[in-house]
C-alpha cells in the first residue's frame, strides 16, 4: 500500500538544505580510493539513491537529471532488482541519476543531500541529532572526519527534517523504527552511538540507556582508509 503524501514544497525543503557537508569537496577526497576515481556516494554499484515519491514528481518535471532505478545501471551488480524494491517503503522510490560529471546541484535528492546521515530519534520520539549510516564507514570520508561537518550544514538537515517530521508524520515513524534498528546495532556491538546534537554539540550515546556523553567530534572513530589522513 502507497501511502499517501502531503502536499510539499520540494523547492523549498532543497533550499533549506542546500549548505556543503564540509569546507572542501569532500567527494574528491573519496574519490582518490575509488577505482573509477568518482565519489562513492555518487556510485549506483555502491548505493541507489532514494526519493520521497511526491519528489519524484518534482524532480521529474524540473529536471533531466533522473530516472527511475531499472536495476541495470551498474554492469557488475548482483543486486536483485525485485528484493531491492521489496525492501524500499513503500513512500520512497528508487531512482539513478546521469553521474556526477552531469549533476544539477539544485535538484539533487534529499537522500543526496543528507548522505552520509540519518535523523536520530530517541526511544521517546525526540529527534535530538543526527547520526551516519555505519554501511558506508568504509568508502564515505566524511564519516572518519565529523569534526568537519560544517554548522550551517547541520543548521539545513535539522531545519529540512523538522519540516518533513511536522508536515508528514509517517515519516518521522519510518526514522523511529531506523533509529530502534542503530541502537540494537550498536548494543551488539557493545559501543556507543557517535552523535552530532542539534543543540551544536558533539555527544556519544548509549544505545541502551539513551544517556548522553559530551566529546567532541574528532574523538569519533575512523575507518580504513581514512584512519592516518
Not at 46 to 57: G, I, K, L, M
Not at 87 to 115: E, I, M
Not at 174 to 180: K, T
Request: glycine fraction near 4%; charged fraction near 25%.
Amino acid at each position: 500500500m502507497i501511502i499517501q503524501q502531503p502536499n510539499l514544497s520540494f523547492r523549498m525543503i532543497y533550499d533549506l538544505f542546500d549548505a556543503p557537508v564540509t569546507d572542501i569537496d569532500c567527494g574528491k577526497e573519496c574519490a582518490k580510493h575509488h577505482p573509477a576515481d568518482i565519489p562513492f556516494c555518487c556510485d549506483i554499484c555502491h548505493a541507489v539513491p532514494v526519493a520521497y515519491r511526491s519528489e519524484w514528481q518534482y524532480l521529474q518535471t524540473h529536471s533531466s537529471l533522473w530516472h527511475e532505478w531499472r536495476g541495470d545501471e551498474c554492469p557488475q551488480d548482483e543486486t536483485d532488482p525485485h528484493e531491492l524494491r521489496a525492501q524500499t517503503p513503500d513512500h520512497l522510490c528508487l531512482l539513478a541519476c546521469q553521474g556526477v560529471s552531469a549533476c544539477q546541484r539544485n535538484y539533487r535528492a534529499v537522500s543526496c543531500r543528507q548522505f552520509p546521515f540519518v535523523p536520530y530519534l530517541t526511544a521517546d520520539f525526540r529527534f535530538i541529532g543526527m547520526t551516519y549510516d555505519w554501511s558506508f564507514s568504509s568508502s564515505c570520508w566524511v564519516i572518519s572526519h565529523l569534526d568537519r561537518v560544517l554548522p550551517a550544514y547541520r543548521d539545513g538537515f535539522f531545519t529540512a527534517f523538522d519540516h518533513l517530521f511536522e508536515t508528514w508524520l509517517e515519516d518521522m515513524e519510518s526514522y523511529i523504527d531506523l533509529s530502534e534498528e542503530i541502537r540494537e546495532h550498536y548494543q551488539q556491538l557493545h559501543q556507543r552511538i557517535p552523535l552530532l546534537h542539534r543543540d551544536g554539540r558533539d555527544y556519544w550515546i548509549s544505545p541502551k540507556s539513551g544517556r548522553l556523553t559530551r566529546c567532541s567530534a574528532s574523538q569519533f572513530p575512523r575507518f580504513s582508509p581514512y584512519q592516518d589522513e
